[in-house]
T-cell receptor, first 116, second 114 residues
């Protein structure tokens, strides 16, 4: 049963610390998305990759957030320095995409981040 | 630009009664529409999707949704609610020509009373 995995599941850190979240997409999927979920904003797209290349990161605060795909089996989302307003659940999703479309996106269980 | 509006933030039904979760969409193109469900402290699971084939879409766990272009609606229904259906439900539109990024509604919390 193929699924997206995310680590860590929970992270508590202090303001100013670096946070790295990891995602392993479903094998064979070429598109990876990062979403953030908060009570106030709901679910919002931060960034996504196609064939490991960033296609859109307009939803991401550029000064402190960075997203990469070192290889096809790993996507990372890094926050440096972290701030309390970054507290949220971060979801990774993967799917098969061509051109302007992506087929069904499969979501990981999320990383719940708390910044004190 | 695409958007979705979920008309109810919270719906409460009794077990065994029908479920109706309402969603209206806005899209310049023929949209791809989805319903996802999120159980407490869990990730999102796809219930069903519409991609311009049959307008009545059947999903998992007895859910279905009907695409009505004239009403720009994609309401989710289930004939008989089960306690395990209690969760948050998201109506979602896929951004055409935007790599397929998903645009989420604000969610509808479904409560099921015994």
């Amino acid at each position: 049963d193929a699924r997206v995995t995310q680590t860590p599941r929970h992270k508590v850190t202090e303001m100013g610390q670096e946070v790295t979240m990891r995602c392993q997409p479903i094998l064979g999927h070429n598109t990876v998305f990062w979403y953030r979920q908060t009570m106030m904003q709901g679910l919002e797209l931060l960034a996504y990759f196609r064939n490991r290349a960033p296609l859109d990161d307009s939803g991401m605060p550029k000064d402190r957030f960075s997203a990469e795909m070192p290889d096809a089996t790993l996507a990372t989302l890094k926050i440096q320095p972290s701030e309390p307003r970054d507290s949220a659940v971060y979801f990774c999703a993967s799917g098969l995409g061509t051109g302007g479309l992506t087929d069904t996106q499969y979501f990981g269980p999320g990383t719940r981040l708390t910044v004190l | 630009a695409q958007s979705v509006t979920q008309l109810d933030s919270h719906v409460s039904v009794s077990e065994g009664t029908p479920v109706l979760l309402r969603c209206n969409y806005s899209s310049s193109y023929s949209p791809s529409l989805f319903w996802y469900v999120q159980h407490p402290n869990k990730g999102l699971q796809l219930l069903l999707k519409y991609t311009s084939a049959a307008t009545l879409v059947k999903g998992i766990n007895g859910f279905e949704a009907e695409f009505k272009k004239s009403e720009t609606s994609f309401h989710l229904t289930k004939p008989s609610a089960h306690m395990s259906d209690a969760a948050e439900y998201f109506c979602v539109v896929s951004g055409r020509n935007q790599g397929g990024k998903l645009i989420f509604g604000q969610g509808t919390e479904l409560s099921v009373k015994p």
